[in-house]
């Protein structure tokens, strides 16, 4: 009799471990996603502007943090509870957790931020002080000088060949080079369905951005031109830099639907909100050149542990 009470115990407590170790590994929603599956990683805190939940295609989301264009299955199990998250963070302009399947922009899951990374995100919402830029950068004062200015930044150890993210830290090292060349630049934002060709390969963005600057014609003429080395080998129009950004032969979808011009100090900025966000050390900057380097063409993009 003893022993069989003893069994009963013991069948007891296995039935309560597996209840428990069910709870714990079986159900997403209570569960990290690392626990869940290995193969999802977070990609980091990024604040959504724009979710495009329509019929044509999967649904898109575009982060300020990230030029990518993401993907969201609304049909998964959990999916709408993300998707309501997301909403509400473009509603409050802050940004959320945002896991990713391994080696894809396939979002998984999408979490509140913690209050490190709120914290963080509202300190790049603080303009430099001193000083702002002119509304018009300086002008550069001839077609030799700029091609001498693209010459430096064509050469600079920038990830230009690594297309599939990081535009905007690209585009905030330059302008640091510009700046010690005794210029000044404004940034071009494009936003929409961006799908664009480096010459290898196609790439899908929610935004790009690039330097603008201002220079002065043989004929005396004051004229704009955007740098941008991971499309172009030479100064271009905004006209010729926008129809790259909507290239058709990559993505028959393409379009933009709006563009933004900015100084030359604003890091990120979404296509309608008022409080741009700022790189004022360069730390950011530094880290996602350092991340991508050595990376090319248009493979997923490694997890960036960037401020």
Not at 19 to 48: L, R, Y
């Amino acid at each position: 009799m003893k022993k069989i009470f003893i069994g009963l115990i013991a069948v007891a407590a296995f039935a309560v471990m597996s209840v428990v170790s069910c709870k714990k590994d079986g159900h997403p929603e209570t569960a990290t996603p690392q626990a869940v599956n290995s193969d999802i990683v977070m990609a980091g805190n990024f604040t959504p502007f724009t979710l495009n939940t329509g019929n044509a295609g999967p649904s898109t989301v575009g982060f300020v943090q990230s030029a990518r264009l993401y993907e969201i299955d609304l049909s998964r199990i959990g999916a709408n509870v993300d998707a309501d998250l997301l909403r509400k963070a473009i509603q409050d302009e802050i940004p959320v957790e945002v896991y990713l399947y391994r080696n894809t922009n396939k979002i998984a899951q999408v979490k509140p931020a913690g209050e490190p990374a709120l914290a963080a995100y509202r300190k790049m919402q603080q303009a430099p002080a001193g000083p702002q830029p002119e509304a018009e950068p300086p002008v550069i004062p001839s077609q030799a000088a700029l091609n001498s200015l693209w010459s430096q930044l064509a050469s600079a150890p920038i990830p230009f060949s690594f297309a599939t993210d990081g535009c905007y830290a690209r585009a905030h090292k330059m302008r640091q080079i510009i700046l010690n060349a005794g210029y000044d630049c404004n940034k071009y934002f494009a936003y929409g369905y961006l799908a664009a060709s480096t010459g290898s390969c196609c790439v899908l963005w929610s935004y790009h951005v690039a330097p603008l600057v201002r220079f002065k014609t043989t004929s005396g003429a004051i004229e704009y031109r955007i740098l941008d080395p991971s499309l172009f080998s030479g100064p271009v129009t905004q006209t010729q830099w926008l129809n790259a950004c909507k290239n058709t032969g990559c993505s028959s979808s393409a379009y933009v639907s709006s563009t933004r011009t900015m100084p030359g100090n604003v890091y990120y900025v979404s296509a309608t909100s008022n409080t741009p966000l700022y790189d004022n050390n360069y730390a950011s900057t530094n880290c996602v050149i350092a991340t991508y380097s050595g990376y090319s063409g248009c493979g997923p993009a490694p997890v960036l542990n960037c401020p």
